[in-house]
């Protein structure tokens, strides 16, 4: 789409200000796609059963789901079993540039609302589908979870101690990286739509997305290396990298495996010896050397707290990072420099903070959209600009269709 505005006149820093969507998705990848839409500026209304997202459900983190996920929406609760139901959520497709669900395989097609039949109906739609493992394989029909992703990525496999139990993931990153992943190809086809006038079916699985997250340890096994494995700290064929090392309060991880890197290390230690000790005078040798290595790391860094070993290592352009707790992250200069906290606000008075987007638009400020609806909250609005009537309305509510 080519750059009409003048020179010198910035775009409008709510970029998607003209683009509806409606989320048909519970709990993290479909919701989180519509929420990146919606943080550029998208309408976006979140299509709710009638006893709400999932996520509503499971007690206090489901609760964190729903604030995290679906800030700046507003919400319908609709019967889809039903037909009125299904003709309300058709009827507010029809007026949408985007869909997006990420129900249990085949839900969407029972209720006449998949892909094909959408599109079918409004080709210029753009129809976003997450699932756990894709539509064309033998597990096509299994329900898929962050978990079960990162178990058949091989992710849980690399992750851990070498003795100990494959461990997952502190935090469900795939779920969060398939909605991010969603969103950026929600946007190029609204971008070839630009072109030519036609949307486009979309799919994004949690496999794949588990598998792209680790393209670098796949292209380097699928070029012959050996099967990789669990270490723990540290990475296989570099050192130190991404070693983690207790300091006087607490741990840093730190990374000096380049040449350059390393010599810096240790003239910023005052152990200059270091740099030329057999077991230590290349990355290779170091490698070997790992448990040695670790050993002087422990020795040059104990003496130190957290912060001192920042200081002194960044001074010397060595990549170093404290090991924080969430409260420590909270309290950090940087993050409150970045403005990434943002304060999400409802209409009924209350609000939360969150995590806005996590990039800038020039000097725009950074979005910080409403709190997260009430189930249903808005769903006489909805319907009413849809062109329901007050009293066709009531009778969806009467009937149990409209939450």
């Known amino acids: 789409m080519p750059d009409a505005s003048p020179q010198g006149v910035r775009p409008p820093a709510a970029p998607l200000a003209d683009v509806r969507v409606i989320d048909f998705g519970q709990y993290i990848a479909g919701p989180g796609a519509a929420m990146a839409l919606a943080e550029l500026g998208a309408s976006v209304i979140k299509v709710e059963p009638i006893g709400g997202d999932q996520a509503r459900h499971i007690g206090r983190y489901g609760e964190s789901m729903i604030r995290a996920y679906n800030r700046g929406k507003r919400s319908i609760a609709l019967d889809l079993k039903s037909e009125a139901g299904r003709e309300a959520a058709l009827r507010l497709v029809a007026g949408s540039d985007v869909v997006i669900q990420n129900l249990r395989p085949g839900v969407v097609e029972k209720l006449g609302i998949g892909p094909a039949e959408v599109r079918a109906r409004h080709p210029r739609v753009i ?17 898929g ?24 993931v502190g935090v469900p990153i795939v779920d969060a990286a398939a909605a991010q992943l969603g969103a950026q190809a929600v946007l190029a086809a609204l971008y070839g739509r630009e072109r030519s006038g036609v949307g486009e079916t979309l799919e994004v699985s949690l496999l794949e997305t588990a598998l792209h997250l680790q393209a670098a340890t796949w292209c380097e096994y699928l070029a012959g290396a050996p099967e990789p494995t669990r270490i723990g700290d540290g990475q296989p064929h570099n050192a130190p990298a991404a070693e983690v090392v207790a300091t006087r309060d607490g741990h840093v991880v730190l990374s000096a495996y380049a040449e350059d890197h390393w010599q810096r290390f240790c003239r910023a230690m005052g152990r200059e010896e270091l740099a030329v000790d057999p077991r230590f005078s290349s990355n290779e040798r170091r490698v070997a050397h790992r448990a040695e290595l670790r050993d002087v790391l422990r020795d040059c860094l104990s003496g130190y707290t957290s912060d001192q070993c920042v200081d002194l290592l960044s001074r010397h352009q060595i990549v170093v990072g404290a090991v ?53 909250a808005d769903g006489a609005a909805v319907l009413a600009e849809a062109g329901y009537s007050d009293a066709q309305i009531a009778a969806l509510r009467q009937a149990g269709i409209l939450a």
């Open 127 to 143: 129809y976003l589908s997450i699932s756990g493992f894709g539509s064309s394989g033998p597990s096509r029909q299994r329900p």
């Open 145 to 168: 979870y962050d978990i079960a992703a990162q178990a058949e990525s091989g992710l849980m496999s690399v992750t851990g101690e070498p003795d100990r139990l494959p461990q997952k």
């Open 324 to 376: 924080r707790r969430y409260r420590d992250v909270l309290a950090s200069a940087d993050v409150a420099a970045s403005g990434i906290l943002v304060d999400a606000a409802g209409t009924d008075g209350g609000h939360y903070r969150a995590l806005g987007l996590p990039y800038r638009m020039g000097d725009a400020p950074r979005a910080a959209p409403p709190a997260a609806p009430a189930c249903g």
